[in-house]
């Protein structure tokens, strides 16, 4: 969902990045990512963009008081915390990760209970809100979201639409010069029409087979945990409260069959993990 985060980037965005961003790709010759996609950017500009997106929503959260800090004196969100890094970490050290050396995948908490969503940033900062926490009945629930997100970043969805959006007609603009400030407007182009940003059908598809494939290899969790965050997504919508998630996410619909087709397909374990330790996480964090 992280499209909101965008809109900053618009009228913030430093020129020095901007042209960072977009000289590299002209720079660059094609470089072909790590799964056969043509990509143009190379991934410092993933860790850019995520920076700089990350730090927006960094002051954005901490400016309302709801970022909580990992390094809290109150021992509860320390204990948290590590609850939470350590369902990250075993993703990550699913071997499925693409880029699971190369971006931070650092994970914060948004204390915000109205809120059932979760967000990972270009270059891969997650951050997750307590509303959703609260929400799941389990951890496989929680590790499924959090794979879906992992999985946008690490397959580079948004800088792949960016490039989809922008890459030519921008690239060989910089090349036959633009007027003064014509960078700025670029940009500011692009970050108003990221403000609407969902994922393509495919690219969603793409996350939550990705969520399987985590999942799964993990030999911990249920590989289609995905599903069951959908099926108590759908519940929301159901009682005509949407989540916010829903606003930059497709209707859950036949996601959830298509999730454990998936999962049947591959034939990895769909048990509910169990003595996870989720709900003493939920009691933590005072949810
Ligand atoms: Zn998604």
Not at 27 to 53: A, H, R, W, Y
Not at 156 to 180: D, F, N, P, T
Not at 196 to 216: N, P, W
Request: glycine share 10%; net charge negative.
């Amino acid at each position: 969902m992280f499209a909101r985060f965008f809109a900053p980037l618009s009228s913030g965005v430093k020129p020095a990045f901007a042209a960072f961003l977009l000289l590299s790709s002209v720079l660059l010759t094609s470089c072909g990512d790590k799964n056969g996609d043509t990509v143009f950017f190379p991934i410092e500009n993933d860790l850019q963009l995520g920076m700089q997106v990350s730090q927006q929503a960094d002051s954005l959260y901490a400016s309302k008081g709801q970022l909580l800090d990992r390094n809290s004196p109150n021992p509860r969100t320390r204990a948290a915390y590590a609850h939470l890094d350590q369902i990250v970490e075993r993703i990550l050290e699913s071997g499925q990760v693409t880029y699971r050396d190369e971006f931070p995948w650092d994970v914060k908490i948004i204390d915000d209970k109205n809120v059932q969503n979760a967000f990972a940033t270009p270059g891969g900062h997650i951050y997750v809100f307590t509303g959703l926490i609260s929400y799941l009945d389990n951890e496989d629930q929680l590790a499924g979201v959090l794979g879906h997100e992992i999985a946008h970043a690490d397959q580079r969805h948004s800088i792949k639409q960016l490039q989809k959006q922008y890459g030519i007609s921008v690239i060989s603009g910089l090349i036959l010069g633009s007027e003064a400030g014509g960078l700025e407007r670029v940009i500011t182009q692009a970050g108003g029409q990221f403000l609407g940003l969902k994922f393509s059908r495919d690219y969603e598809r793409e996350a939550d087979e990705f969520s399987v494939l985590y999942l799964g290899a993990t030999d911990y969790y249920a590989c289609d945990g995905a599903a069951g965050f959908f099926q108590k997504m759908q519940a929301l919508e159901n009682r005509g409260t949407p989540p916010e998630f829903a606003s930059t996410h497709p209707a859950p619909g036949n996601r959830i069959q298509d999730i454990q087709a998936h999962a049947r397909q591959r034939g990895c374990k769909t048990e509910t993990a169990s003595n996870t330790g989720f709900q003493e996480f939920k009691r933590n964090l005072g949810l």
